[in-house]
């Protein structure tokens, strides 16, 4: 992960600093309690072809969990994650991981989280577990396919978070391409409004309270700034002016 100087200029001016929800240095360990079902039906909503695939490639990966007794009442998207993190191992970086680290080193910074756990709760029931055992089958079925695809998607959105193309950024997680006849339409995911949309509205009433109290610093998703209910416009909306601070140089600004 890269920030530039004006990035730890304005964290450095900042009392407050806010993420989505705190990171925690046992991220693994909080992932995996989250994402526990109330009843072990892991292989139902799998099916044995994709559970059968399933065990055997936690078996060549040499992962223990196999042998965990909340093994069949984890989630798919809890073993997605956890094929990928034995792929990618260290090189999986999260940003907001990482600003978390240089903000707790300094203990005058007051931490908060704008998201409530009911929130995060809603926002992830949005999403139905079929659709999350969907994603993992096409994973397992065809590996080197869907990390061919992984690499590529992470590649492209980082060089747009890089460039600031948050519109790029916003329109890739928040639209799907329909091809009707021989034309290409493009059309908003219905999840975006829960997962985006309202998360924003409500959002912003802590940040316009904060940022009259003193600086503040907002750590959120790209996807969060650009739209018509983006955090952006709503706070020009509010009568504030909105400056980009880039992360890398741009000729004219």
């Known amino acids: ?57 936690l078996e060549k990966l040499q992962d223990t969990i196999i042998n965990d007794p909340l093994f069949h009442s984890l989630t798919p998207q809890y073993f997605n994650s956890r094929i990928m993190k034995h792929i990618f191992g260290n090189m999986l970086t999260a940003v907001d991981d990482s600003l978390y680290k240089i903000t707790k080193a300094d203990s005058k910074q007051e931490l908060k989280a704008l998201d409530t ?3 995060r709760e809603e926002m992830d029931e949005r999403v139905p577990l079929e659709a999350h055992a969907n994603n993992l089958y096409a994973l397992l079925e065809n590996m080197d396919k869907g990390l061919s695809e992984y690499v590529k998607t992470i590649k492209g959105f980082a060089t747009w978070y890089y460039a600031g193309d948050i519109e790029a950024m916003y329109t890739k997680n928040s639209y ?9 339409y493009l059309m908003r995911k219905p999840v975006s409004e ?10 912003i009433q802590d940040i316009v309270s904060s940022i009259k109290i003193s600086p503040s610093f907002f750590a959120v998703g790209a996807a969060h700034l650009a739209g018509e209910d983006g955090l952006i416009n709503l706070l020009r909306k509010k009568g504030y002016t909105m400056s980009p601070i880039f992360l890398q140089y741009k000729r004219g600004n």
Request: no cysteine; glycine share 4%.
């Open 117 to 119: 756990k009911e929130m």
């Open 194 to 203: 829960e997962v985006l949309d309202k998360r924003n509205k409500k959002w």
């Open 1 to 57: 992960v890269y920030f530039a100087d004006t990035v730890f200029r304005a964290l450095e001016k900042s009392s407050t600093v806010f993420f989505e929800i705190i990171p925690s240095g046992n991220r693994d360990s909080i992932y995996k309690t989250n994402n526990i079902m109330s009843k072990p039906r892991l292989r139902n909503l799998l099916g044995n072809v994709s559970y059968n695939l399933l065990v055997k490639t």
């Open 176 to 184: 799907v391409s329909i091809l009707v006849g021989d034309r290409s």
